[in-house]
């Protein structure tokens, strides 16, 4: 198994504050997850930052409505992919690293994994690819955990296409691009997801058709593993 290395900056690793990812289908419950453990953090006294990606940046925030809304049907793969990682290098820089060379947790719904799910797997690019890109761009800075949540492909796109629905009620904003996509799209996205699990020793694969509260622990407790221990519960 591949154990890559994480890009420190100019901070010691002793100083560092970690960077704990969330992965997963839409739907899954990520966001919820992940604000779930940032609530945790901050009661142990950890400064902590939640983000998204694509967003985060004020520039990845107009990206991410180019690249999740329905209307950019014409996208080329490629395209999407380049996008993607615009999106992380301005998030990479401008938040990522600089939060974590203040020592600061960053909490993160989504990162490269994604790219080599979706982009590597769903659109059939490869994962090499997507991993130069990822060492060029984003300084080849890698998680300290990334926490997959799994569950039915079927189920959690229901559940993101209401969620999305809904959101379009609500605000206007239209982000289902994705959620267009076939069956045969999303076993193409598990599989690169279930391989990267294979291949990295920082992936946790967490059930999520589980109790919000139960998948809640079980992610605590990874968390508290594999980071150290006096720094977690400090």
Same mark, same amino acid.
């Given at each position: ?22 992965? #997963? ?17 901050? /009661? =142990? #006294? ?9 967003? $985060?940046? +004020?520039?990845?925030?107009?990206l991410r409505a180019v690249l999740l809304d329905s209307r950019t049907a014409g996208l080329s793969p490629l395209a999407e992919l380049g996008l993607?990682?615009? !999106? ?6 401008? &938040? ?5 060379? /203040? ?17 590597? $797997? ?5 994962? !090499?690819? %997507? ?17 997959? &949540?799994?569950? !039915? ?11 999305? +629905?809904?959101?379009?009620? =609500? ?15 999303? /076993?193409? %996205?598990?599989?690169?997801? &279930? ?7 920082? %992936? ?9 509260? /139960?998948?809640?622990?079980?992610? %605590?407790?990874?968390?508290e593993e594999r980071l150290p221990w006096d720094l977690v519960i400090g």
């Amino acid at each position: 198994m591949a154990l890559h290395c994480v890009y420190h900056g100019d901070v010691s690793s002793k100083h560092r504050g970690k960077f704990i990812t969330f992965e #997963g289908l839409d739907g899954v419950g990520k966001s919820t997850q992940l604000e779930k453990l940032a609530a945790h953090l901050r /009661k =142990r #006294g950890l400064e902590v930052i939640a983000t998204r990606e694509p967003g $985060g940046t +004020t520039i990845g925030e107009r990206l991410r409505a180019v690249l999740l809304d329905s209307r950019t049907a014409g996208l080329s793969p490629l395209a999407e992919l380049g996008l993607m990682f615009a !999106d992380r290098a301005q998030h990479v820089d401008e &938040m990522i690293l600089p939060a974590l060379n /203040k020592g600061e947790w960053v909490l993160c719904d989504r990162f490269t994994d994604s790219s080599e799910a979706y982009q590597g $797997g769903g659109r059939e690019l490869g994962s !090499d690819i %997507v991993l130069q890109l990822h060492k060029i761009l984003c300084r080849n800075l890698q998680p300290d955990i990334t926490i997959l &949540m799994l569950s !039915d492909p079927a189920h959690s796109i229901a559940r993101a296409r209401r969620r999305n +629905t809904e959101q379009s009620r =609500r605000s206007r904003a239209d982000e289902n691009r994705f959620e267009k996509e076939n069956r045969a799209f999303y /076993k193409r %996205v598990l599989e690169a997801y &279930m391989a990267i699990a294979e291949r990295e020793r920082r %992936v946790v694969k967490v059930n999520a058709r589980e109790p919000i509260e /139960k998948v809640h622990k079980k992610i %605590v407790r990874s968390v508290e593993e594999r980071l150290p221990w006096d720094l977690v519960i400090g």
